[in-house]
């Protein structure tokens, strides 16, 4: 049986040949069992990490979505599973599309932020690969249904911290959820700077 990491030690060297030097970052997240329901966990036997997505149009505002199971008033940047086997590359062009119809243009690697998921005794390993993605279009949406995508909001950069904030007042279910969520968004805030 093939054993699949979030982070391959090969595809970081062809990240960085492909874009150059960026930030690889860990962080520990202790959850509880509510994290590994589904819709609130990235964490699947199919996937092994994620892309996190900052699609930003040519008028600066970037793109946020919801899912319809989610609590009133959450939103995030969106993301997409990584496979087993999929290279990062390939799953950032496949989840792009499939989150938002659009095709992958200009882009750029953020950086990487690997997590230790803690649930009782287990470390469960995951890993965000962060994008910026050029948006030629404004007109999106989602290709996959299953994505359970209820609607997009466009907003400036500047907001991002206070959308990021909005997340920690959701159920207490959802709150490890939202930690993992935040985490990606913080990581964003850190080291995505407008050219």
Same mark, same amino acid.
Not at 64 to 86: Q, W
Not at 98 to 127: C, M, Q, S, W
């Given at each position: ?63 946020? @979505? ?24 390939? $799953? ?58 209820? $609607? ?16 920690? @007042? ?26």
């Amino acid at each position: 049986m093939t054993t699949y990491h979030p982070i391959e030690p090969d595809e970081l060297e062809t990240l960085r040949r492909l874009y150059g030097p960026f930030p690889v970052e860990s962080v520990t997240l202790p959850v509880s069992e509510a994290f590994f329901v589904q819709g609130r966990t990235p964490i699947g036997t199919m996937r092994r990490a994620e892309v996190l997505l900052v699609l930003q149009a040519p008028d600066r505002r970037i793109l946020l @979505h919801t899912k319809r199971f989610y609590p009133p008033g959450v939103l995030r940047l969106p993301t997409g599973g990584i496979r087993n086997g999929e290279s990062v590359e390939d $799953a950032l062009r496949r989840e792009v599309k499939e989150e938002t119809g659009l095709n992958v243009g200009e882009h750029r690697l953020l950086g990487v932020l690997l997590y230790d998921i803690l649930f009782g005794e287990k470390h469960v390993p995951f890993a965000s690969y962060v994008y910026w993605v050029r948006a030629h279009s404004k007109d999106v949406a989602p290709e996959d249904a299953e994505e359970e995508i209820s $609607a997009f909001r466009w907003v400036l950069p500047e907001e991002l911290p206070r959308i990021t904030e909005a997340l920690r @007042h959701v159920p207490p279910a959802w709150q490890d959820w939202s930690r993992f969520r935040r985490l990606g968004h913080e990581f964003v805030i850190r080291h995505w700077k407008e050219e």
